[in-house]
Structure formats: structure tokens, C-alpha cells
């Protein structure tokens, strides 16, 4: 099955700078990558996704990169205020028609300092 | 619209009680979920259902059991509780059909302790 790697574990940025957050995945057959964003005591909530068939997307402050190849997606955050502290999770799935759930990485603590 | 609803929010079990975790959508989404989440350990799949009748395991089956009751409704249950299974569950839904069909939504979540 699938696999996702995420690192750092903990990040901690002073407000107003960027942000990366990194994944790996193992399986070459995933091709929907989303990033949620999780509060404390609350749901994950999308903020960005990315296919396969696409190498970056952004909306706003947050962009995400997709390497195929080496099997690994990216979250950046640029400009991070303090609503940005949270917990990010990264994923992946195969998205080929199927009703699979997603493999989650095991979760970045954003930490803005202000 | 209320998306994704779960009940109960909080519980509390003793060892050995069983009990079952409802979750019901009002977005006519085809499919459904069940995750866990335990501290440093992410989001884990449980079980899924891609439509009402049939039911699948995730990652983490073991002690669960599930129904897809009809297309709204997929409950969880644990028939005997372990301290094991004290987490926060999540029920989460996607379309299969029509626009957004990757985009997967989640409910409120249960915290569970199990004593």
C-alpha cells in the first residue's frame, strides 16, 4: 500500500516569512495530492490540492509543487501570519475511479512567531 | 446544509462495552469514510464505503465493524472497546460523480476514551 513521508515534524517561522513543508510518497500509481489544514479541536479542512498531471499550483499565499519522479510534493506558504499556526497533513491517493481513502502523512505543527 | 455531521461528539467506554459512532452527509456524495487520528500518528483509514451496500477495509479494520445504512448514513462500530482504540474518529465523504470528485470533506469528529 501506500506510503506518505512528511517532515518536519515541527516548524517554527517568524511571521511575515516563508514556509516550506515536504512529502514523500511510495506509491507511483497516487495521483491526487491534497494539504489540510487542522486547528486545535477541529476537522481537516482542504486548503490546496494538486494532480499528477500538473507540476505547481497556487491560490494565493499557498502553492504547491508535484516531482513525479522523485515522488515528492511540497506545501509553501509565503507571507505567514499568525491564522497560519496549525497542524498541516499531506496526502495521497489513486485517484482512478475507485472510492479509496486517503494515506495521510503524519502531520507538521506550524508554529508563527510573532 | 450541514455537510458531514457525527454523534456523539465526546464518549467515555469501559473496557469490553461496545458502542456505535454515527455519521450522516446531506451533500449526495457517493462515497464514505472512516479515519482515526491519535497523536504524531496522522490520519488513518478505518474502513470506506464507495455506495450504499458495499463496505471495504482501510489500514486499520481490526475491532471495527461498519454499515452503509443507506447513501447518507455510514456508522462505526466497536463491539467489545479497547484501550487501543481511545482516539478522535473522523467520518469524511467525496462525490464520485460531476465536479470535485477528488475533494473529500470530514465531520466534526468523535473523541473516544476508553478506560
Known amino acids: 500500500g501506500e506510503n506518505v513521508e512528511q517532515h518536519p515534524s515541527t516548524l517554527s517561522v517568524q511571521e511575515g516569512d516563508s514556509a516550506v513543508i515536504k512529502c514523500t510518497y511510495s506509491?507511483?500509481?497516487?495521483?491526487?495530492f491534497p494539504w489540510y489544514k487542522q486547528e486545535l479541536g477541529k476537522r481537516p479542512q482542504l486548503i490546496i490540492d494538486?494532480?499528477?498531471?500538473?507540476g505547481e499550483k497556487k491560490d494565493q499565499r499557498i502553492a504547491v509543487t508535484l516531482n513525479k519522479t522523485a515522488k515528492h510534493f511540497s506545501l509553501h506558504i509565503t507571507e505567514t501570519q499568525p491564522e497560519d499556526s496549525a497542524v498541516y497533513f499531506c496526502?495521497?491517493?489513486?485517484?482512478?475511479?475507485?472510492?479509496?481513502?486517503?494515506?495521510f502523512g503524519k502531520g507538521t505543527h506550524l508554529i508563527i512567531q510573532p | 446544509n450541514a455537510g458531514v455531521t457525527q454523534t456523539p461528539k465526546f464518549q467515555v467506554l469501559k473496557t469490553g462495552q461496545s458502542m456505535t459512532l454515527q455519521c450522516a452527509q446531506d451533500?449526495?456524495?457517493?462515497?464514505m469514510y472512516w479515519y482515526r487520528q491519535d497523536p504524531g500518528m496522522g490520519l488513518r483509514l478505518i474502513y470506506y464505503?464507495?455506495?450504499?451496500?458495499?463496505?471495504d477495509k482501510g489500514e486499520v479494520p481490526n475491532g471495527y465493524n461498519v454499515s452503509r445504512l443507506n447513501k447518507r448514513e455510514f456508522s462505526l462500530r466497536l463491539e467489545s472497546a479497547a484501550p487501543s482504540q481511545t482516539s478522535v474518529y473522523f467520518c469524511?465523504?467525496?462525490?464520485?460523480?460531476?465536479?470535485?470528485?477528488?475533494?473529500?470533506?470530514f465531520g466534526p469528529g468523535t473523541r473516544l476514551t476508553v478506560l
Open positions: 506509491d507511483s500509481a497516487s495521483n491526487y
Open positions: 451533500m449526495n456524495h457517493n462515497s
Open positions: 494538486i494532480r499528477s498531471n500538473v
Open positions: 464505503s464507495a455506495s450504499e451496500g458495499t463496505t
Open positions: 469524511a465523504s467525496r462525490r464520485l460523480a460531476g465536479g470535485a470528485i477528488d475533494t473529500q470533506y
Open positions: 496526502a495521497a491517493r489513486y485517484s482512478g475511479g475507485g472510492a479509496d481513502g486517503l494515506t
